[in-house]
Structures are given as C-alpha cells and as structure tokens.
C-alpha cells in the first residue's frame, strides 16, 4: 500500500461548470430588461410632462379637482361660484340664524338641512362645462335671493371667488344708500300692477233634476302671470290660480267632476271637509288615480258648515305648489253675533261689507303669492271708512306666515272653521301650512295700510318689495255741513302775521 503526502485536488465535473456559466448569462439579461423598462418609464413621463407644459401654454387645460367654499345666509349664497371642468366639491357652510341648505337643480345634489355654523361637504363628481344652478329648498329662501349660478369654464380660475356684491355692507365702496332708497321706492310706486289672470272666482253650479249641485272642473297646465312680466308654468284648475270657490248650503248634494288635463295622473282632496271615504281623494287609497285625459265625479252631501279648501293629493309636491288650490265653503261663516270681545260689541245683526279668501304660497313656480299674485301684481283691497270685512286665511304653502294688518286688529273667530268660543284680537296672526284662520276687522281710519306676512324677507329684497303684500285702502267718509265745523274769519292782518 502506497501513502501518498498531497491527496489529489478533485476534479469538477463538466456539467457544474456549464451550469455557472448559463445563470451568469441569465442575470445579464435581467439586468438589461430592468434597465430598458425604467428607461420607457423616464421617456414616457417626460413626453407626459412635455404634453402637460404645451397644453398650458396653449391647449386645453388639464382636469384640476376643485373644493369651492360656499356660504349660506338670509337670503344669499355667497363664495367661490366658479371652477375649471372636473371633479368639483363644496364646502358649504351656514352662516345665516336660521336653517338652509343647498341644492343643485342640474344633478339633484344636495346637502343635509344646515343650522346655523354647520357645514357639509358636497361632492359633485365631474362636472361638464356649463352653468349650473344653485339653491336653497326652504319654502321662500330661493324666491327671497337664495339662487346663485355655478360656472364650470375652462377659462375659469380653480376656485375662483364670485365677484359678487355686497349690498348690505356698508363700509364697502360698492355701498349706495341713495340707490337702495330708489329701488325700494320705485318699487313700491309700482303698486298696485295690472297682471292677466285672476284668481278666486266663485264657481256657478249646474242644478241637476232632483237638486244637486253639480261643478265642472280642469285640472292643466296654464301661462301665469305671478306679477308683471314673470310668467310661469302654473298647474291650475279651469285656468286660474287660486281655483275657482266653491261654495254650497248645509245639507246640499254636491257632485265635482273634474277631467285630468295635466300629463300625470291626480285626485281631489277635500281639505277640512267631510265627506264618506271612498271621496276622500287619496288614490291609491281611497280611489284609482284618475290618468290624464280622464274624468272622475265626486258626490257626497255637504254635511255641515265649513271653511276648507280643495287640492290635489297625488303628486301634491308638484301640482299642488305650482297652483292646483282653491277654496271651498258650506254654509256661511260662524260670525261672532252678540259677542263682546276685549270690549268691542259684534251686533246681533252683524253683516260685513266685504268677503274675501286670502290663500297664501311660498313655493313651486307661484313662489311668495297671496291669491296667486306677487307684489306689485296682488290686488288692494278698497273699503269706504267703517266697512268691516271678513277675511279667511288658507296657507297651501311649506312654512308658516305671520299675517301682519297694520292698523287695524282682526279679531279671530273661527281657526280650520271651527267657531272659537273664546274669539280674539290679534294684530298678526301665524297660519301654519294647511290651516285657516277666519278674522274679522274694521276700517275705522282713511289711508293706505300695508297688510303683510311678516318674515320680512318675503315681502322685501334687494330688487325692492315682492311677494307676500298688498295694502288696504280706506277711502274718507262723505263729510256733511253738519261734519263741518264754522271757522272764524281771517282778516289780512292776522294772516300775514302767520
């Protein structure tokens, strides 16, 4: 046996080496691919920014998301009201001291009802090129200044502030008191306006064989002249707004047919009367709803005296704001007859000069109206000195008014025609949606008296008076000789002694 000092080195094999020598290959060729690909990258974002920088300088400008800060106030929406196209938010924020919120007529968007300090953030997605409207949905707050428009233009700075002016500041340079004075005046001179259409007209009956009283009716859309020169789209029975009165005696049988002329389908509510279920006018419920271009009768017996009104119930958020109201009576008003109130005797015999229904809106198309007419547009009322009148109030509106009769106080007797037992004065009576307060009053001094809802900003604005005004106007009584007291003679000397 041979012992060898230095064993041999081992030999590799030939495979192994091969081996090594592929993965080094492959390795190289990753590397490169990782190279080339950044290198795509880095060209292709420079091309991107290039494209980007020539777009500024002359083409169309890149989509810029945009948060625009709005503010809602009695009775104005303020902030930034312009925007590049693209993604647009609002940030809107309440600061005004009653609720508002904000809407976009064009997409529906709209925020939560806001108190006072509140905000909310309103996403819009993108938004196209246009003009875009913008509004508060309280009953009255658009129609009192609460509109505004959004404008999407490429030209448009991101965020860009509304160069609005500020009317009520008056340390602003734009202040003009001289100018506010003269709108409100010449506004106010305007009074009364002559407007097509008028509303309230009592509605004739046909008499049937055996007695019943039968009325015809239409419910349409109609062109309204609110006040002079603002037409709108009124839904309306038999072309007025408010409808026509119906009024019937205690125990009469009373048939209303009335066709549907409108493109949705409808009913008849008879608010505050009553009538046997299945007249109720509450379809699905009660009946079918009658589809345009049908008719339907309603027949019941005017059971007992009432002071209600009439309008529609299906669809009630469209037709009914837009104009489908009206007043209906059975029997006549329960006159406080005898009564002392507060020391001012009714007599046995009472009987007033004058009748009139006083519907009040707040919404829709007919905006802030009494009898379907906004100020310059809504009719005075003319009395001789120590008529008495007899006014009802109906609100078909979304919020309550504050009815305010300068000088005169109203007595109320009846509220949703019920009689009082206890009837009282009142200078301003608050009527709620769907109430109906029945006053009386007397015209005891000559003059113009301004008779109001009393939420100020519905009878005046920026633009001057509108809305929820009219004025009653008291014409002196015929003096006689015995009215008429002697006055001593003037000599010259005493006159120009002044």
Not at 208 to 213: E, F, N, R
Not at 221 to 239: F, K, M, T
Not at 278 to 285: A, E, I, L, R, T
Request: glycine content about 10%.
């Amino acid at each position: 046996m041979t012992i060898l000092e230095d064993p041999p080195t081992p030999t590799v094999p030939d495979g192994r080496a091969q081996n090594d020598s592929g993965g080094a290959l492959a390795f190289i060729a990753m590397a490169g691919l990782l190279i080339a690909l950044v290198a795509t990258v880095v060209v292709i974002g420079l091309i991107g920014l290039l494209r980007d920088e020539s777009d500024g300088a002359g083409g169309v400008a890149a989509s810029v998301p945009s948060t625009l800060g709005l503010t809602l106030s009695e009775f104005s929406i303020d902030g930034q009201l312009s925007a590049v196209p693209g993604d647009v938010s609002l940030l809107v924020t309440n600061t005004g001291s009653q609720q508002h919120n904000l809407v976009v007529r064009e997409t529906g968007a709209e925020t939560p009802m806001l108190d006072t300090g509140e905000n909310a953030t309103l996403a819009l997605g993108a938004l196209e090129a246009g003009s875009y409207e913008l509004f508060c949905s309280v009953a009255g707050h658009a129609e009192s200044g609460m509109i505004a428009p959004l404008e999407i233009s490429a030209s448009a700075t991101a965020g860009g502030e509304a160069a609005a002016l500020d009317s009520h500041d008056h340390n602003s340079p734009d202040f003009d008191a001289d100018k506010m004075d003269q709108i409100m005046i010449d506004s106010m001179a305007a009074f009364p306006a002559t407007t097509e259409g008028k509303g309230n007209q009592i509605l004739e009956p046909e008499i049937l064989a055996d007695g019943t009283k039968k009325f015809t009716l239409e419910a349409s859309i109609i062109d309204w002249e609110v006040s002079p020169g603002q037409i709108v789209e009124a839904w309306a029975y038999n072309g007025q707004v408010p409808g026509p009165q119906i009024i019937v005696d205690v125990g009469d049988n009373v048939q209303v047919e009335l066709t549907n002329n409108t493109p949705m389908g409808t009913d008849i509510h008879w608010h505050g009367i009553q009538t046997p279920n299945d007249m109720d006018g509450v379809s699905p419920f009660t009946q079918d709803p009658i589809r345009a271009g049908e008719t339907f009768t309603y027949e019941f017996v005017a059971q007992n005296q009432a002071i209600g009104m009439y309008h529609a119930h299906l669809h009630s958020q469209i037709s009914v704001v837009n104009g489908m109201f009206a007043a209906f009576r059975i029997g006549e008003r329960p006159y406080p007859r005898g009564m002392t109130i507060s020391g001012v005797a009714i007599p046995d015999d009472f009987e007033p000069d004058v009748e009139l229904p006083m519907v009040l809106n707040d919404a829709g198309t007919i905006g802030l109206t009494l009898n379907g007419k906004s100020f310059p547009g809504t009719e005075p009322l003319v009395l001789d000195e120590g008529d008495w009148v007899a006014a009802d109030y109906y609100n078909e509106g979304l919020t309550a008014h504050p009815m305010h009769q300068h000088q005169f106080p109203q007595l109320v007797y009846a509220k949703d025609g019920i009689p009082l037992d206890y009837p009282y004065w009142a200078d301003t009576i608050n009527v709620a949606p769907g109430e109906r307060y029945s006053v009386l009053f007397q015209a005891v001094d000559p003059g113009v008296w301004v008779w109001h809802c009393h939420i100020l900003t519905h009878v005046e604005r920026d633009t001057g008076m509108f809305g929820m005004v009219t004025a009653v106007i008291v014409n002196a009584a015929a003096t006689t000789d015995d009215d008429v007291e002697e006055e001593p003679a003037t000599t010259e000397d005493a006159s120009a002694e002044g």
